[in-house]
C-alpha cells in the first residue's frame, strides 16, 4: 500500500502557473506508475502526467496538457511534481495523485482543487 499526500492547488488566473506536489509515504522507485491525473464533476477522469517504471525520468503526458506541464520527481524526498504554465480555464478541476504498484493495487491521493479563472 501507500499513502499519497497533495498539495500545491489554488486559483489562479488564465495564464498563470501552479506547481502541484505528492508525497508518497514509500519510495517512489518501488511505485510502477506514479503521476496526476484530474476530474471535473460528471467527467470521466483525465490522465494529465505519468512516470511508467520506478526509475523513470520521462513522463507522458495528456495531449490537452503537452509543452504547458512538466512533471518531475525526488526519489530522496518520495515526491513527484506538477509544475503547471499557461494554466486555461478548461484545466479547472481536482487533481488526484495515483500511485499503481502492480495488478489491480492502485492508490489515490484526497485530490486538490486548482482553479483558472478567465
Known amino acids: 500500500q501507500v499513502q499519497l499526500v497533495e498539495s500545491g492547488g489554488g486559483l489562479v488566473q488564465a495564464g498563470g502557473s501552479l506547481r502541484l506536489s505528492c508525497v508518497a509515504s514509500?519510495?517512489?522507485?518501488?511505485?510502477?506508475?506514479l503521476g496526476w491525473t484530474r476530474q471535473v464533476p460528471g467527467k470521466q477522469r483525465e490522465l494529465v502526467a505519468t512516470?511508467?517504471?520506478?526509475?523513470?525520468?520521462?513522463?507522458n503526458y495528456a495531449d490537452s496538457v503537452k509543452g504547458r506541464f512538466t512533471l518531475s520527481r525526488d526519489n530522496a524526498k518520495n515526491a513527484i511534481y506538477l509544475q503547471m504554465n499557461n494554466l486555461k480555464p478548461e484545466d479547472t478541476a481536482v487533481y488526484f495523485c495515483?500511485?499503481?504498484?502492480?495488478?489491480?493495487?492502485?492508490?489515490w491521493g484526497q485530490g486538490t482543487q486548482v482553479t483558472v479563472s478567465s
Open positions: 512516470f511508467n517504471g520506478g526509475s523513470s525520468t520521462t513522463a
Open positions: 495515483r500511485a499503481y504498484l502492480g495488478s489491480t493495487a492502485v492508490f
Open positions: 514509500r519510495s517512489i522507485s518501488s511505485i510502477a506508475a
